[in-house]
């Protein structure tokens, strides 16, 4: 049974990971100064970002060697060794929204180096997104009695990016939560992921 | 009869969903329900026929998605074709005669629109145009552009309903929780956009239940003189038992719907979820119900792709700087196309208090036509203000409006018959908030009467092109009192005569009047607060002037515009950032990559030493010292460029000291993001780096053509070019700008970077370097420039 509906969800902003997004930026050691203007980008960003998923529940099975998603047929030894023991699936579709583009945009101009900070703390944001996200759907299903695997995403191990069309057909990110797919298969906002989650009962 | 007429007397029943009915007849999750106009024409027809037995007086055609970037051009033509004939005849066989129509519907294409994405604006206008001709053609009646998330999308649709046909055009917008659509806009900033181009009914559909848009509905109803329309989801969504349901039934919707008609909306439907038997309850509740008329608000609205500005509530400040008028560092910058330049005044005007901008870009020997719409969209890259656009060049004013995203300002029109056919077609066709200079054939009148006068024919000429005075805002034309002591007492008396006789907004350019006087902010800002006096809606100011923000300040506090004294005691208390100059010295700062103390020190410095003795000794060695620490691991990219920005902000302040001649020492660079690449950041990086170290940088921006770059490299003939490319996809394009300028400017040196490049490849594709980051770039610009 495949559920029709797409779902939504908003979250709070999950605390940020200071020393992650150091990391993103490459900063091995930080200086009173980059922190301060960490401190600043974090303020400016703030004011700008929502966190916000939608999902879908497929069944899946696996004829021929093919698996099949619900949405879409791959064949991807990875992503099968990711979902061994599953039935169902979650994919997903997570943004922290077109905000932060628009600052990066801004100090791309004005300064680079708060554009490379920016770009260090929205990839560290949407992550954060997707483990909450995933926090969250892991804890509706032990209510259940089920568990969850780990993000699965396009273009990890042999899973071919090309199915993110499949995927922004089937969640119609656009409409949801106006994520949309550009001809080379990067997403605008550019913080945006998506990713499968196999469910075990 | 006419919708545009029946509109105004009576409620408009739309339909309901079409999705959720052909999932029930089969549609599979993944196929496109375009297809089942031709696969399924009954069922698609039949489903039209339920709506219109239901009630429905205007029936969309099942084209949502139909467009040439899911399907062909041949499939496109027969899906349209085929979805207007299943309406048509749905409408025929109906037995009675009341009043029903045919709407095309079109949908958002899925791509977002440049910058954010990678679609072109006309690209996005061609793609609307095409499905708009191929409706007219197969005979609808009318055109409804709906559940748009993005303002520039909608825009596109718009100006292709209105490019290729005569019909009326309903535009409804998708507004999240926040109701603000996905990429920012507010309700006032739609109406602003979509009444200024002219749509015949604007309003809100899907996303979310009929209660939990009606704060959409009142700010559309607060706003907007067109009719509007609403057609929301049923609620929201959930799963029951394997079935999809939605939270509202059809009664309940149908009185939530009705309380939005007894406010004044009169064209109501349903989308997502609802079915004819929704559409049946709407009919039933509202069929007594004569509707509100449509008032006119008569607020004049201005607007960027996220915000509204409203005049007649607080006097509106118009920054006045990015204008080359009397600035040589600015001329400079506009003839060496560096918008980067205008940009960082954008921001500090903004952050100055303006509450739109004026773009002005005219100087002899640049293309104002080309020049103009590439600096109006980069502004609107880096701030969200809105833009009053300011050219004498009608084609460059042309293809700005075409290109803003939002409703502009626009500077100006005035008295002259030749000037008012000129620029009244555009303000109808794009929507616009215009100037008009109360000047004519004659010039300009020396009494207030006789320009009131001019203002009044300005008025009815503007009003046979449809315009009214909600979108015209009149200048009386401040002039430098001295040359005449009577010229502000002449402009002021305008100012008050128009606002008393004809009750509409003024503004006028501030500065003007102290033309020819020493310290002219001081008279300035007594001018500014004599034309509020006298009813000034707006003023053309500079935003950093001290005296001219505490007059503004100081006049909302005296007349109740100012809550609490918020602003007054905001600016009033303000204290100068005192600068720590004496313990830090220049190189220091630099290293620390403190860009204001870099300033300040160096405004200071400059008094007493030379700049070339403050470039070679302060600034050279702490850059040096940087980039040996970034070599050595020590600092890192952050941390470099938060120095290289501290080092340019000294190098502006000596560029301003020691003028515009004061060129770069060393030889000329041009870079740029190769064709159909939109990410730059590395190249700006690149660019701020190469600049500190003295080269004559040009930088040609993104996604810029292999010929295009090749005729600057021939212009301007470059000793180095600079390449950078971030995506796989567009190494081709890299490969064959190397091509061009190896076969036509063999003596060019070229580098190469970017994060799908390493050395092997550069190689391979012909280039003389490859750069891993900002130093090594750096490093080869430096062994180029010696030989």
């Known amino acids: 049974m495949n559920d029709n509906l797409v779902y939504i969800k908003s979250f709070a902003s999950p605390d940020v990971d200071r020393r992650e997004v150091l990391r993103y930026a490459g900063v091995r050691e930080s200086t009173e100064e980059v922190d301060l203007m960490l401190d600043e980008c974090i303020k400016e960003a703030e004011k700008v970002l929502s966190y916000k998923a939608c999902y879908r529940i497929y069944d899946i099975g696996v004829y021929d060697g093919e698996l099949d998603l619900g949405f879409a047929r791959v064949v991807s030894r990875s992503l099968l060794k990711s979902l061994d023991g599953c039935k169902r699936i979650i994919v997903f579709c997570a943004t922290v929204g077109v905000g932060i583009d628009r600052l990066i945009a801004k100090y791309t101009a004005l300064s680079p180096a708060k554009a490379v900070m920016l770009q260090a703390l929205g990839s560290e944001r949407v992550e954060a997104l997707c483990d909450s996200f995933c926090t969250e759907i892991a804890s509706e299903l032990e209510e ?23 995927v922004f057909s089937s969640l119609e990110c656009t409409k949801r939560i106006g994520v949309s797919l550009g001809d080379n298969l990067f997403m605008t906002p550019t913080k945006s992921v998506t990713a499968i989650i196999g469910i075990k009962m | 009869m006419k919708i545009t007429d029946f509109i105004k007397k009576n409620v408009v029943i739309l339909d309901g969903g079409m999705g959720t009915l052909l999932q029930a007849k089969g549609l599979m999750p993944g196929e496109l329900p375009e297809t089942w106009n031709i696969i399924h024409p009954d069922i698609v027809s039949d ?18 998605g139909a467009n040439r970037l899911k399907f062909s051009s041949e499939e496109l033509e027969a899906i349209i074709a085929a979805a207007v004939e299943n309406a048509r005849r749905a409408v025929e066989s109906c037995e009675d005669n009341r009043p029903r129509w045919v709407a095309l519907d079109i949908g958002p294409t899925g791509k977002m629109l440049k910058p954010l994405g990678d679609l072109d604006f006309e690209d996005a206008v061609s793609v609307f145009a095409e499905i708009v001709r191929l409706g007219v053609r197969s005979g609808v009646d009318l055109i409804f552009i709906e559940t748009m998330s993005d303002s520039y999308e ?15 055009v309903f535009v409804s917008n998708a507004y999240g929780e926040d109701g603000k659509l996905m990429t920012g806009a507010t309700p006032a900033a739609m109406v602003a956009l979509l009444e200024g181009m002219g749509a015949d009914a604007i309003g809100v559909n899907c996303s979310l239940g009929p209660k939990a848009l009606m704060p959409v509905v009142e700010e559309y109803l607060k706003y907007s003189s067109t009719p509007l329309i609403l057609k929301p989801n049923a609620g929201l969504p959930s799963v029951l038992n394997g079935e999809t349901v939605y939270s509202l039934s059809a ?129 609107q890259e880096v701030t969200d203000l809105p833009l009053q656009i300011d050219t004498a060049d009608p084609v460059a004013m042309e293809r700005a409006l075409r290109l803003y995203n939002g409703k502009p300002m626009i500077n100006s029109v005035n008295g002259k018959a030749e000037s008012m056919a000129a620029i009244f077609p555009l303000v109808k066709k794009y929507g616009g908030a215009v100037v008009c200079l109360t000047l004519d054939e004659k010039g300009i009148p020396k009494t207030a009467e006789e320009r009131l006068a001019i203002a009044q024919k300005i008025l009815v000429e503007a009003d046979k092109y449809g315009i009214g005075p909600e979108n015209l805002i009149f200048d009386t034309l401040a002039m430098a009192v001295s040359a005449d002591k009577n010229a502000a007492k002449e402009t002021l008396s305008g100012i008050k005569l128009i606002s008393d006789t004809m009750s509409c907004d003024t503004i006028l350019g501030i500065s003007n009047v102290s033309f020819g006087l020493p310290n002219r902010d001081m008279l300035n800002a007594s001018f500014f607060t004599l034309a509020l006096a006298n009813g000034l809606t707006a003023a053309i100011i500079n935003p950093h002037s001290t005296p001219i923000m505490e007059a503004y300040r100081s006049y909302l506090a005296l007349s109740g515009l100012d809550y609490n004294f918020e602003g007054f005691i905001s600016l009033a208390t303000k204290q100068e950032k005192a600068e720590d100059i004496a313990v830090i010295d220049l190189k220091r700062a630099i290293i620390k990559g403190l860009r204001d103390r870099a300033r300040a020190i160096t405004t200071e410095l400059i008094k007493s030493k030379s700049s070339l003795d403050i470039i070679n000794e302060n600034i050279i060695p702490a850059l040096d010292e940087v980039g040996v620490g970034y070599e050595k691991r020590k600092i890192f990219l952050p941390g470099l460029l938060m120095s290289a920005e501290a080092a340019g902000a000294a190098f502006e302040v000596i560029k301003s000291v020691a003028g515009a001649d004061d060129k770069a020492t060393k030889c000329t660079v041009v870079l740029a993001t190769v064709k159909g690449d939109i990410h730059d950041i590395g190249k700006n990086i690149i660019k701020l780096i190469l600049e500190n170290y003295g080269f004559a940088v040009v930088d040609l921006g993104k996604d810029v053509s292999p010929e295009d770059i090749l005729s600057e490299v021939l212009r301007l003939d470059a000793k180095i070019v600079g390449l950078s490319a971030l995506m796989t996809t567009t190494l081709p394009a890299m490969e064959e700008t190397v091509r061009l300028i190896r076969e036509s400017a063999p003596s060019c040196r070229i580098m190469v970077g970017g994060a799908v490049l390493n050395e092997e490849y550069a190689a391979q594709i012909g280039a003389d370097f490859y750069g891993r980051d900002a130093m090594e770039a750096v490093r080869f610009a430096e062994e180029v420039n010696q030989t």
């Open chain 1, 144 to 166: 259940n009695g089920g568990t969850c695997t780990r993000r699965f995403s396009p273009g990890y191990g042999d899973l071919p990016l090309d199915i993110q069309r499949e």
């Open chain 2, 47 to 64: 489903i039209h026929k339920q709506y219109l037995d239901a009630g429905s007086n205007v029936i969309s055609t099942n084209t949502f």
């Open chain 2, 154 to 168: 909608t825009k596109a649709a718009l100006l292709a309903a209105k490019e290729n046909s005569s019909l009326p």
């Open chain 2, 251 to 379: 009664e309940q919707f149908a009185k939530e719907v009705s309380l939005a008609v007894s406010l004044g909306v009169n064209i109501i439907g349903g989308c997502c979820g609802t079915t004819p038997e929704y559409i049946a309850a709407l009919k039933e509740k509202t069929k007594d119900v004569i509707p509100k008329p449509i008032e006119k608000k008569k607020i004049k609205l201005v607007s960027s792709y996220t915000r509204a500005v409203a005049f007649g509530q607080r006097p509106v400040l118009i920054g006045e700087r990015i204008n080359p008028t009397g600035k040589p560092r600015f001329r400079e910058a506009l003839l060496r196309w560096d918008i980067d330049y205008l940009l960082r005044e954008a921001i500090g005007e903004e952050d100055a208090g303006a509450d739109i901008l004026d773009v002005n870009v005219g100087v002899p020997g640049i293309c104002e036509a080309e020049l103009l719409p590439q600096v109006i969209s980069r502004i």
